[in-house]
Structures are given as C-alpha cells and as structure tokens.
C-alpha cells in the first residue's frame, strides 16, 4: 500500500467529518486503489507540513504529495488511468469541475448553520479553542447564535438543491447510469452533515434522497455503517 489520505478526525480518531477529505476518500475507492488513512486534528498541521500549506485532504502516493481535493481528483486520474474513471471524457470534467466549484461554494454555505455545534462537540479538546476562534470571525457572530435556527438552514440547503434535481432529472446519477466526480461532491458534503449527526436534511420523497441512499450503498466499502439516509 503506497497511498496515504491525511484527513481530519474528531476526538475520536475514528471519527472522520471534513467534506473535501470525504471527497478524496471516495475517489480513491472510486477507483479501487489501495490506501490507508492518517487521522489529523485541526491543531495538528506538522503531521501534513510536507504538503507546504495547511489544509486537508492531502495525499502521498510513493513520492508525490497532493493537496487539495479537485488536484487530487485530476492526479488519480490521470495517475490511475486504467481504473474506473472519475470523469468519462473531457466534457464530464468540466462539468464536475463547475459542480465542484458550485458544491463548495454555494451549496456549502448552508450546512454550517445546521452541523457546526455538533462539530464542535465531537472534535479534540485541544482543537477547540482553534475551531472556535477561527469559525466565529470568518462568521462574523458566536458559533451559538449562528445555530440558533438549524431549521432556517435546512429549508435552504434543500431549496438550493433546486440545481442538483434539475441536474439529474430522470438518471440514477449526474454522470446517467454509474456515479462520476460530481456524485462524488455531492456524497462528500452530505456525510459531512451526517457524519456530524444530522440524519433528516432531506425530504423522503425527494430524488435527491433516493439518490443519496443508492450513492451510500455504492461507495458503503469507505462509509460506517451508522450512517443512514
Ligand atoms: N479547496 C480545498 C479546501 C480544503 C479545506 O477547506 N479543508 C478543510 C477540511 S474540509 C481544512 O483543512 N480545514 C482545516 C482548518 O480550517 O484549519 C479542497 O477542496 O481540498
């Protein structure tokens, strides 16, 4: 085994939350690579200082150290190109590096709001002080009054999920009838939700929930069993 996902954990080293870091975790098992796994909490960056910058995911694979989700997408691509393929011709990557793009920065900004005191609780003692000051001044408010109408949030995350219906309208995934990178976004940042303990963020006749429970199932080999739609 010569790959290693450095990913960020919570107290429990187990426990591992962060959507990018997810989003490198299926892609691996995407493309059926062999890997292990390097827990890090956010207070714990000279575990990854190699990377030369300090966020999370980053790999190594023998020599090479990638950091950033979408480079190690295109690395294990390109790296792997006989393994199951994370974007079937030029034109799907585009699209997924545009789903990418929309994934993280506009369809993430409504999850903070619902997760981020369940975060707080389940990360390292010696992160919190970190986490705190960090997330409130990039809030501009307390973590507490942030989440204070978690509902709020929901209701918006399902209505900018508007793009996502519209996306897969009548197909079992965003790529038609096997999962691509773009599954790949959207799974990683609903475990982030979900592996931080909030299971109904969906509504059960949505399509996006049958999709998310068949995407659980696919890539399950790298899910805990404890997450559920
Ligand atoms: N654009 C980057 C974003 C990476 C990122 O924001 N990583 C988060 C975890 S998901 C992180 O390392 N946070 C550590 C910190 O805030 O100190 C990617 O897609 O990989």
Not at 128 to 156: C, D, M, V, W
Not at 163 to 187: E, Q, S, T
Request: hydrophobic letters at 40%; a negative charge.
């Amino acid at each position: 085994m010569t790959i290693t996902l450095y990913e960020l954990s919570g107290a429990d080293r187990s426990l591992r939350f962060a959507p990018h870091c997810w989003k490198s975790k299926l892609a691996l098992q995407h493309k059926q690579l062999s890997f292990g796994t390097e827990p890090v909490w956010f207070t714990e960056k000279e575990k990854f200082a190699l990377s030369g910058q300090p966020l999370l995911p980053v790999i190594t694979d023998a020599d090479k150290v990638v950091s950033d989700s979408w480079e190690i997408a295109q690395y294990l691509e390109s790296t792997y190109p006989n393994k199951p393929s994370l974007f079937a011709n030029e034109e799907a990557k585009a699209q997924a590096e545009s789903f990418h793009q929309w994934v993280s920065s506009v369809l993430s900004k409504h999850i903070p709001g619902i997760i981020i005191l369940d975060l707080f609780n389940i990360i390292a003692e010696q992160d919190k002080e970190y986490f705190r000051t960090s997330r409130e001044a990039r809030l501009g408010t307390s973590l507490e009054e942030f989440a204070a109408t978690p509902e709020k949030h929901i209701q918006n995350l399902q209505t900018e999920l508007a793009h996502a219906r519209d996306l897969l309208k009548n197909k079992m995934y965003f790529g038609g009838d096997k999962p691509d990178y773009r599954d790949i976004c959207l799974l990683g940042t609903f475990l982030w939700i979900a592996s931080s303990g909030t299971s109904d963020f969906l509504a059960k006749d949505d399509v996006i929930y049958s999709w998310y429970q068949r995407v659980l199932e696919d890539y399950r080999e790298v899910i805990p069993t404890s997450i559920s739609a």
